[in-house]
């Protein structure tokens, strides 16, 4: 990642979204202990919004954010040097319809995200943290599956893309199980067409060596 052009913290203010962190005890599959966030507050509108999980160096938010001026993004990631990397892009291009959280998106959704308020959630590439000591750190589990659906308005979509089959079928057996969702038919991201259109930068990377993608669509019944 190119450093030094980051532009100074007072100008990425305004894509920063101030967390209260996650309790530590919080149990993932624990109702909220604060009040979730209001996104007509936030936002200052009522548009729909999206929430992008783990978005590393923001390629999606980016281009979701230009293509769709009417939905508002909400993106969580864990690593603040791609938050403020992000935050830059975005207000290079003077964006309004981002946000960016920086924390563990776990907490982040069983804490502050309200029942019932998200039109689509989009996971991609999510790290797979083969090594046993670090299972932990898995992103997609039965709780974080729950929160989702929970998260999710009647219709709104879970967008799931990977390169790891195995990551990717548990992660089926674990949506398979939530009785709100109903899978969408699709089993692969299509290549895109216009070879600099990757929905992600893992993605152009994992194309570029050959890597089979898995994608899956939920729907919230
Ligand atoms: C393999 S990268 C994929 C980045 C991006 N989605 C893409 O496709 O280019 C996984 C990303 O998820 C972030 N991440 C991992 N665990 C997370 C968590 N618990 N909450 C929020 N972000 C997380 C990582 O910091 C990293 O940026």
Known sequence: MRRGRRLPLEQLQPYLLQVPPPSRDAALSKPADSAPLRWPDLFGNDHP????????????LINAAQAHPQVNYLGVEIERKYVLFTATRLAKRGFT???????????????????????????????PWWKNRHRKRRLVTADFAAQCARALKRH?????VSD????FAETQEMLARISDLNALPM???????????????????????GRPIFRSLHAKK
């Open 49 to 60: 919004v999206e929430i992008e999980i783990g978005f590393g160096k923001g390629l999606f």
């Open 97 to 127: 319809n981002v946000k960016l959280a920086c924390c563990d998106a776990r907490g982040f959704l069983s804490q502050c995200v309200a029942t019932d308020s998200v039109h689509a959630i989009h996971v991609f590439f999510p790290d």
């Open 156 to 160: 709104g979509r879970l967008h799931l």
């Open 164 to 167: 790891v089959a195995e990551y």
């Open 187 to 209: 089993s692969e991201l299509p290549a895109p067409e216009v070879a600099d259109r990757y929905l992600t930068n893992f993605e152009r990377k994992y194309r570029m060596e």
